[in-house]
């Protein structure tokens, strides 16, 4: 059984790591950690886990967290896990950040988005956890820098085709919209449901802090800078995520040639489904799974493309995809413990 611990395990993200390692049949939850909750049991917290997880959540503290886990998840703000990370790796822990703090190979970048990275020499050891692209590498590290929501459904539809060079990459638009949980679970009137129900918005327009992220891997796909225009949305659900994105076509090419482009790159990948008969994926078939659904349209002048892409936002945007990192990292299949059904309604 593969020991683990969770950092934070009282936010949203850190709760849905809860909930899908609760039934890893390879995993025991060892350790939960919270500042604000340390002493309360978890199930009094988040009551559906009555049952399912009794455990009282703890303060952190870097030799009981060591002793308990061998692979641990911080689901923490960005900052407080580069403070975080030095320590438990000294001590011979795998760490999966789900925070931005081990997202980038380039100091520069993180600081330019974020501040002041205090741990630094780390970031060439970390390795970006998009499961699907750089499985080798994660199969290998002990420090995964888990991507970010957006730039997960963002990064997923666009790498194959710009590997390909079938994309100009000047002409990239990514238009994004979130459900409301990717906020966080604390309190703000910006989520307030009063401002956010009946209500449909762009926010952080030209300045959200993933789209350096997705530059920074989209260029690794492209082989070049790459410099996408990225707008996030807010929606008035709870969790859910669908990207639109139009981008000019480099060479002439049919349907089948980038489905096929698609559907090779991602070849025995059961996370990644491409819809059939040009359907727009919806973010209701794969609420709580770990699917990111990938449409497309080619406009018929042959000219732009039109892709489409869906996760939720809290599975494959956050814990789920940390799960089927820690998965590759520890020699399992990567879609143990994830196979949830989806939702049919």
Do not use: W
Not at 64 to 81: N, Q
Not at 217 to 239: E, M, N, Q, S, Y
């Amino acid at each position: 059984m593969i020991k683990v611990g969770i950092i934070g395990a009282t936010g949203y993200t850190g709760a849905e790591l809860v909930r899908i390692l609760a039934g890893h049949p390879d995993v025991k939850i060892n350790v939960l950690t919270s500042r604000q909750y340390a002493g309360v049991a978890f199930n009094t917290i988040y009551p559906a886990m009555s049952g399912m997880v009794d455990q009282v959540c703890e303060a952190f503290d870097f030799d009981k967290v060591s002793e308990k886990a061998d692979v641990i998840f911080i689901a923490l703000p960005h900052k407080l896990s580069m403070e975080y990370t030095p320590g438990l790796l000294q001590r011979g822990k795998k760490v999966i950040d789900l925070s931005a703090d081990f997202r980038f190979s380039d100091p520069a970048k993180y600081e330019a988005a974020y501040q002041h990275h205090t741990a630094k020499e780390l970031l060439s050891r970390a390795v970006y956890g998009l499961s699907e692209i750089f499985t080798e590498d994660i199969q290998k590290a002990d420090l995964i820098g888990n991507p970010g929501c957006y730039p997960t459904s963002v990064i997923l539809p666009l790498f194959p085709l710009l590997k390909q060079g079938l994309l100009e990459v000047k002409t990239i638009i990514a238009d994004a919209k979130s459900g409301v949980s990717g906020a966080g679970r604390g309190a703000s009137l910006a989520t307030h449901f009063c401002e956010v129900n009946e209500s449909f918005k762009a926010y952080k327009v030209g300045t959200h802090r993933h789209k350096p992220e997705m530059d920074e891997k989209l260029g690794v796909a492209a082989g070049k800078p790459v410099d996408i225009t990225f707008v996030p949305h807010l929606l008035p659900i709870t969790r859910g995520m669908e990207t639109t994105i139009y981008a000019d076509l480099s060479q002439k090419v049919s349907h089948s040639d980038i489905r096929q482009c698609l559907t090779t790159f991602y070849s025995g990948r059961g996370f990644i489904r491409i819809t059939e008969n040009q359907r727009p994926p919806d973010t209701l078939q794969v609420r709580g799974t770990n699917y990111c659904d990938i449409g497309f349209v080619i406009e018929k002048t042959g000219r732009r493309i039109i892709i489409m892409s869906v996760i939720d936002n809290l599975v494959k945007g956050a814990a789920g995809q940390a799960i089927q990192n820690m998965n590759i990292m520890t020699g399992l299949d990567e879609a143990r413990g994830l196979k949830m059904v989806p939702y049919a309604l």
